[in-house]
């Protein structure tokens, strides 16, 4: 992916990618459309053969004839997209058993159960995974980008936007408009289009909370049933994330809702009609949208090092509420994430309170918006733009 003007913004996972190539025949990148699959796997691979089976000829050829193809796009090769092409796998499977050498294909999906079935199937035991998410503000700032608080949350991360040729809300108008009519209505059969995109921007209206699909139900005027199935598609083609709730080793009934946050930020302000800086700032989700920008930021510091994402909120029935766990070995490091800029006590209530109920609490820190306050004894407090580096350093 390309800076204006400048050279490529070098992608913060390629380590982990180059090292599953080292111990695995085949790799698969994973991530949502746009977030640089395709640009980041050329780049680390240039000798190896490119096919895009998004182009309906080549799809054909490969579904018509696959021993034929693989034949004609022999090891090393970049499949992209591989969804479309799932028989494929089978054969893959007999050749990279045939051969049993490293290195020899990297795959691509953008469409994450499709994919997941398919390489459980075939290719289990046999591909090395990694998760690709859009650029993080440690790689947006190795390029040179420097933004605010609200201007982070407002245009999102997406590569394209890097290159300048396309402005923030035209590029998630497009990108969701695209999703809704083609992507999900592929994924789930999808025929009541109005309801679906309601069901969406209702959520947009609820991130970084625990979200009952039995009351939307009746806003968007289809069955929990429904909504519990179009959640799952969003989540599997990475228009949302969920964080479970941690529970374990506490007495207190807790709540077990997943809380809801979407992949892109930016897409989440769109959704909410905010397109300017100021209108971010006072607009009453402000605290939430940071919640959801600071989650992603410390979930893709965690996937671009290779580690399991082990993120979790917690959460009583009393209303008692710590916005993210992090599970490092056996400590449980809480995490609360503020959009002020201003430290002070009524910041850090919640993980001092949660430091005094859990044995295995750690490390108790605030991410907020100010400078960093580093403390070995306190909660500390550190700047949203160094939560990567702050979860980097755990195990």
């Given at each position: 992916?390309?800076?204006?003007?400048?050279?490529?913004?070098?992608?913060?996972?390629?380590?982990?990618?180059?090292?599953?190539?080292?111990?695995?025949?085949?790799?698969?990148?994973?991530?949502?459309?746009?977030s640089g699959k395709t640009t980041l796997v050329r780049l680390l691979f240039p000798s190896f053969d490119y096919v895009n089976l998004e182009i309906p000829d080549v799809r054909a050829e490969a579904l018509g004839d696959p021993r034929g193809f693989l034949l004609r796009h022999a090891a090393p090769a970049i499949l992209d997209e591989i969804p479309n092409a799932p028989a494929l796998l089978s054969y893959l499977q007999a050749e990279?058993?045939?051969?049993?050498?490293?290195?020899?294909?990297?795959?691509?999906?953008?469409?994450?159960?499709?994919?997941?079935?398919?390489?459980?199937?075939?290719?289990?035991?046999?591909?090395?995974?990694?998760?690709?998410?859009?650029?993080?503000?440690?790689?947006?700032?190795?390029?040179?980008?420097?933004?605010?608080?609200?201007?982070?949350?407002?245009?999102?991360?997406?590569?394209?936007?890097?290159?300048?040729?396309?402005?923030?809300?035209?590029?998630?108008?497009?990108?969701?408009?695209?999703?809704?009519?083609?992507?999900?209505?592929?994924?789930?059969?999808?025929?009541?289009?109005?309801?679906?995109?309601?069901?969406?921007?209702?959520?947009?209206?609820?991130?970084?909370?625990?979200?009952?699909?039995?009351?939307?139900?009746?806003?968007?005027?289809?069955?929990?049933?429904?909504?519990?199935?179009?959640?799952?598609?969003?989540?599997?083609?990475?228009?949302?994330?969920?964080?479970?709730?941690?529970?374990?080793?506490?007495?207190?009934?807790?709540?077990?809702?997943?809380?809801?946050?979407?992949?892109?930020?930016?897409?989440?302000?769109?959704?909410?009609?905010?397109?300017?800086?100021?209108?971010?700032?006072?607009?009453?989700?402000?605290?939430?949208?940071?919640?959801?920008?600071?989650?992603?930021?410390?979930?893709?510091?965690?996937?671009?090092?290779?580690?399991?994402?082990?993120?979790?909120?917690?959460?009583?029935?009393?209303?008692?509420?710590?916005?993210?766990?992090?599970?490092?070995?056996?400590?449980?490091?809480?995490?609360?994430?503020?959009?002020?800029?201003?430290?002070?006590?009524?910041?850090?209530?919640?993980?001092?309170?949660?430091?005094?109920?859990?044995?295995?609490?750690?490390?108790?820190?605030?991410?907020?918006?100010?400078?960093?306050?580093?403390?070995?004894?306190?909660?500390?407090?550190?700047?949203?733009?160094?939560?990567?580096?702050?979860?980097?350093?755990?195990?």
């Amino acid at each position: 992916m390309k800076r204006a003007g400048q050279g490529l913004i070098r992608r913060e996972i390629e380590a982990h990618v180059l090292k599953l190539a080292k111990m695995y025949p085949v790799v698969t990148v994973t991530g949502p459309r746009q977030s640089g699959k395709t640009t980041l796997v050329r780049l680390l691979f240039p000798s190896f053969d490119y096919v895009n089976l998004e182009i309906p000829d080549v799809r054909a050829e490969a579904l018509g004839d696959p021993r034929g193809f693989l034949l004609r796009h022999a090891a090393p090769a970049i499949l992209d997209e591989i969804p479309n092409a799932p028989a494929l796998l089978s054969y893959l499977q007999a050749e990279v058993d045939e051969a049993g050498r490293k290195g020899m294909y990297v795959l691509t999906g953008s469409h994450q159960p499709e994919l997941q079935a398919a390489v459980s199937q075939s290719l289990a035991g046999r591909t090395g995974l990694a998760e690709l998410l859009p650029l993080s503000i440690a790689e947006w700032k190795a390029a040179g980008a420097a933004k605010g608080r609200d201007r982070w949350m407002l245009e999102g991360f997406m590569p394209r936007l890097a290159g300048g040729d396309v402005e923030a809300v035209q590029l998630y108008r497009d990108s969701f408009r695209t999703y809704v009519e083609r992507d999900a209505r592929q994924l789930i059969n999808l025929r009541n289009l109005r309801a679906f995109e309601t069901f969406v921007r209702l959520l947009a209206g609820r991130v970084g909370q625990a979200v009952s699909l039995s009351s939307l139900a009746g806003d968007v005027g289809v069955s929990a049933v429904t909504l519990r199935e179009w959640l799952s598609v969003l989540e599997a083609s990475y228009v949302v994330r969920t964080v479970a709730p941690y529970f374990r080793n506490f007495g207190k009934r807790l709540i077990k809702a997943p809380k809801i946050y979407f992949t892109e930020t930016g897409l989440a302000a769109y959704l909410l009609g905010l397109r300017t800086e100021e209108q971010v700032a006072r607009d009453p989700l402000l605290g939430s949208l940071f919640e959801n920008m600071v989650v992603m930021e410390v979930l893709k510091a965690r996937l671009n090092a290779g580690k399991e994402p082990d993120l979790y909120y917690f959460r009583d029935s009393q209303g008692f509420e710590v916005d993210l766990l992090l599970a490092s070995g056996r400590a449980l490091i809480p995490i609360e994430i503020k959009a002020a800029y201003t430290p002070g006590e009524e910041l850090c209530k919640g993980v001092r309170r949660f430091a005094a109920l859990a044995a295995e609490a750690a490390r108790p820190t605030v991410i907020y918006a100010g400078r960093d306050i580093p403390s070995s004894v306190a909660p500390s407090f550190l700047h949203f733009e160094k939560a990567a580096d702050f979860i980097r350093d755990c195990p």
